[in-house]
């Protein structure tokens, strides 16, 4: 198998707070320096009446989020084909978002 890519998903469990949508945005921005990957475009939709999606198309892949404050969940997604690994992301979100724990999934993604 080739490595084309690293992936990691987080599941920030135990949310309080409802974030404003620039939080989101300025977390990519944040994630995406310390990361070393190129934000192309980001787009984003607040669902009525709660909940917030933001994706980031990268250079390198992409990142997202998808927020369920119903349930005080945050989920995040980071795919990068960089040589850096998305891993940076963690500590930058446990520091910035109050939670109670946080699932963690980390694969390489591969071809044959």
Aim: glycine content about 4%.
């Amino acid at each position: 198998m080739t490595k084309v890519g690293e992936h990691i998903t987080l599941d920030i469990i135990g949310t309080k707070k409802e974030y404003d949508p620039s939080f989101f945005e300025n977390l990519i921005h944040k994630i995406s320096k310390a990361a070393k990957v190129t934000v192309l475009e980001i787009s984003k939709y607040q669902f009525k009446p709660q909940g917030f999606t933001i994706l980031a198309l990268l250079a390198e892949s992409h990142m997202s989020f998808h927020t369920f404050p119903e349930k005080g969940i945050i989920s995040f997604d980071f795919f990068t084909c960089a040589k850096v690994s998305p891993k940076v992301a963690l500590d930058i979100l446990k520091k910035e978002i109050k939670h109670e724990r946080v699932v963690v999934k980390n694969f390489d993604r591969s071809t044959v």
